[in-house]
């Protein structure tokens, strides 16, 4: 069966820091990855996703980048957090022909 | 692009049924989605509904689409305490990359 991890599970940081969290995904090859934030209203935003190995496609200009170093890794970076990187992020996947996201945990940041 | 629209807060009655409406515009949209977040917890697949169904029941769970006019419901039958969460519909975003687009998340709340 297939499982997702992400980590850190809970993160403060000061502005203007650098933040990196992680994503594995086990159980399958070459899924499609996907970086969501949830910010406080609640709605989920999709930020980053990738199709393969340093395929990353950007859905909105902001702070934050993303890499794919392994087919089941994905990884979230910023040089320099600013309080509105503040929110919940979510890591999640699917099969490359599947029609359904299975998400991870979550990672809650916080920048102070 | 998908754009999908949920009321925010719904309370119910222990032991009643919960009616979980969703809108959404792309009429092109195969798979719908819903999805069930636990407090600082991640998404959960619930169940999703191929567009040539009207109707999906799963346990307590019974997922109507109204193609003609671009509605969602999910109806939860004897609404548990267990079942208080946010409650997500997602259809498939637009540009590729197998994209869910999420609305904004209905609260429910059941009250003893």
């Known amino acids: 069966s297939q499982t997702i991890h992400q980590w850190p599970a809970t993160l403060v940081q000061p502005v203007g820091s650098p933040l990196s969290l992680e994503c594995t995904v086990e159980g399958t090859s070459n899924p499609n990855l996907y970086w969501y934030r949830q910010a406080a209203g609640r709605g989920l935003q999709l930020l980053f996703y990738s199709v393969g190995i340093g395929q990353i496609s950007s859905e909105v200009p902001q702070n934050l980048s993303a890499s794919r170093p392994q087919d089941r890794q994905f990884i979230l970076s910023s040089k320099k957090l600013l309080l509105s990187d503040s929110g919940f992020y979510l890591c999640a996947w699917r099969f490359p022909s599947g029609n359904t996201i299975y998400f991870g945990e979550g990672s809650w940041l916080t920048v102070v | 692009g998908e754009d999908v629209e949920q009321s925010l807060f719904l309370s119910v009655r222990e032991g009643d049924s919960s009616v979980i409406n969703c809108t959404y515009t792309d009429s092109s949209s195969t798979y719908l989605y819903w999805y069930k977040q636990e407090p600082g917890a991640g998404l959960q697949l619930l169940t999703y509904?191929?567009?040539?169904?009207d109707m999906k029941q799963d346990q307590r769970l019974t997922v109507l689409l109204n193609k003609k006019d671009k509605h969602l419901s999910l109806r939860i039958a004897d609404t548990q305490t267990g079942d208080s969460a946010i409650y997500f519909c997602a259809g498939p975003g637009t540009g590729g990359g197998n994209k869910l687009t999420f609305g904004t998340g209905t609260q429910l709340k059941v009250e003893l």
């Open positions: 509904i191929f567009s040539n169904m």
